[in-house]
């Protein structure tokens, strides 16, 4: 149980294209989910967290504009970056978490690399 | 904040046990968690500890929590080669708290 699907995989784009990226949960509800942002050999940096229905919190440095975040059901997160250059190139990574009981751990999807040409 | 700080590296033989150490700033975390992540792939969870236990153990893994001394280890017993990966510890920033702070991750290297 408690799988998460993140899409797509990879992606390689030309500078100046917006890529969408999708998280679902798959055999759970999740109230919220998490997108974080991983450099190599870095920890995982949390851009934003999202709860469904509502505006996402973005974290101190992390342009909302930029990082469009939308959680429309239980079940989907998308992060679109907008309009994105080189220094956007990352491993980005969304979490889920269960809408019921005091310890949910977050569940991790599977990431997406990002390579902007 | 909340800081976590792990080893960055391990080295261990095939068979032998592994511990993987972390300390936190943050005595309010309430519950903290391993995970590993292989190359190129998102996060596994491994196991959690709550704040008011000393100790947990699952299978090959057994969690230590020193809450005194805001220590916090994974013991992963016969260590085998596909035990290879980087491990998280990750705290909750607090009792009531969703949110995880990660270390910089320890990676493994099991020697056959």
């Known amino acids: 149980g408690a799988v998460v699907s993140q899409h797509p995989s990879w992606v390689i784009c030309k500078s100046g294209t917006s890529v969408k990226i999708e998280c679902r949960s798959l055999?759970?509800?999740?109230?919220?989910m998490f997108w974080y942002r991983q450099f190599p050999k870095q920890s995982l940096m949390l851009m934003a967290t999202?709860?469904?229905?509502?505006?996402?919190?973005?974290e101190q440095g992390v342009e909302k504009d930029k990082f469009l975040i939308n959680h429309a059901s239980l079940t989907l997160s998308t992060l679109t970056v907008t309009s994105a250059h080189p220094e956007d190139s990352s491993f980005y990574i969304c979490?889920?978490?269960?809408?019921?009981?005091?310890?949910?751990?977050?569940?991790f999807g599977d990431g997406t690399r990002l390579s902007i040409l | 904040g909340e800081d976590v700080e792990q080893s960055l590296f391990l080295s261990v033989r095939e068979g032998d046990s592994s511990v993987i150490n972390c300390t936190y700033t943050?005595?309010?975390?309430?519950?903290l968690y391993w995970y590993k992540q292989e190359p190129g792939a998102g996060l596994q969870l491994l196991t959690y500890?709550?704040?008011?236990?000393d100790m947990k153990q699952d299978q090959r893994l057994t969690v230590l929590l020193n809450k005194k001394d805001k220590h916090l280890s994974l013991r992963i017993a016969d260590t085998q080669t596909g035990d290879s990966a980087i491990y998280f510890c990750?705290?909750?920033?607090?009792?009531?708290?969703?949110?995880?702070?990660f270390g910089k991750g320890t990676k493994l290297s099991v020697i056959p």
């Open positions: 943050d005595s309010s975390s309430t519950y």
């Open positions: 055999d759970f509800q999740a109230t919220t």
């Open positions: 999202s709860n469904e229905g509502s505006k996402a919190t973005y």
């Open positions: 990750a705290p909750n920033s607090g009792a009531g708290s969703y949110q995880l702070t």
């Open positions: 979490s889920a978490r269960a809408v019921t009981g005091e310890n949910q751990p977050q569940h």
């Open positions: 500890i709550f704040s008011n236990m």
